[in-house]
């Protein structure tokens, strides 16, 4: 009994020593990740205010934290649709070492403005090319306004949806409409195969006035006419031309094709 009582007080000891050592080692880890995975606003071309950039900042590190995934979020008064503006994208991502990125760049030279998001890691996953594109849509009219803040809002909030529901749910069976018209066809029908069979039904046919046993064909006879031959000319062969097309960009990230406003 003594034996089993020492050795129940040397697990419990063990076990507040883990305990402790754990809860020291959290702070270290936040600490960690933190280095590596962040929210990054840098409005160079100052087109958002302050406090407007602070309200971005939340709903970037709501993406962060839910998602393991940094948000960047750049605007430059310099780079033009006519410069390599994929290029300096990509070479702004490549200056930190989180790899799980979504990123949204806006050129605001005068007279060749443009805006790009793009994916990169998990992100090029779960916004591809073709939400990309959706989300640049939704921005557009709110770009050319000049209302930045709430186009980037909508960046934020689209991004955020997008990384909760994988690509395959954009398919329109999983539409909220869609299966609004499915469930009313699923319920329309049994009513109306059941007004269809409420009515009387047809208990004569040609069978009811005609006596099979004593009719018969007592003749029949074929005259012949005419034939009518219609000729078609032979198709030429001009040595038809087929036509194909091929797909571009690299694979290392998802891309909306850029917008101009």
Request: charged fraction near 20%; include cysteine.
């Amino acid at each position: 009994m003594v034996i089993r009582r020492k050795q129940t007080g040397y697990i419990l000891k063990y076990l507040k020593y883990i305990f402790i050592i754990s809860i020291a080692i959290i702070p270290f880890l936040a600490a960690y990740k933190a280095a590596y995975a962040k929210t990054i606003i840098q409005d160079d071309a100052d087109i958002i205010s302050t406090d407007e950039e602070k309200k971005l900042q939340g709903l970037c590190d709501k993406i962060l934290n839910e998602y393991n995934t940094s948000v960047y979020i750049w605007t430059d008064s310099d780079i033009s649709g006519s410069s390599s503006f994929g290029y300096a994208m990509e070479q702004f991502v490549a200056t930190y070492p989180e790899k799980n990125v979504i990123i949204l760049m806006v050129g605001m030279h005068p007279g060749d403005r443009i805006y790009e998001v793009q994916g990169y890691g998990i992100a090029q996953e779960m916004i591809n090319n073709k939400r990309c594109g959706k989300i640049l849509d939704e921005m557009h009219s709110d770009m050319a306004d000049g209302n930045y803040y709430s186009a980037m809002q909508t960046f934020c909030e689209k991004s955020y949806t997008y990384m909760g529901r994988h690509p395959r749910f954009d398919s329109i069976i999983f539409s909220p409409v869609f299966q609004l018209i499915i469930c009313l066809i699923a319920g329309i029908a049994p009513v109306v195969v059941i007004a269809y069979n409420s009515g009387g039904r047809t208990t004569t046919n040609s069978h009811t006035y005609l006596d099979i046993n004593n009719s018969r064909i007592i003749g029949s006879f074929d005259r012949y006419t005419h034939t009518t031959v219609k000729r078609t000319p032979k198709p030429r062969d001009n040595g038809g031309s087929g036509s194909s097309g091929s797909g571009g960009g690299g694979g290392s990230h998802s891309s909306g094709g850029g917008r101009s406003f």
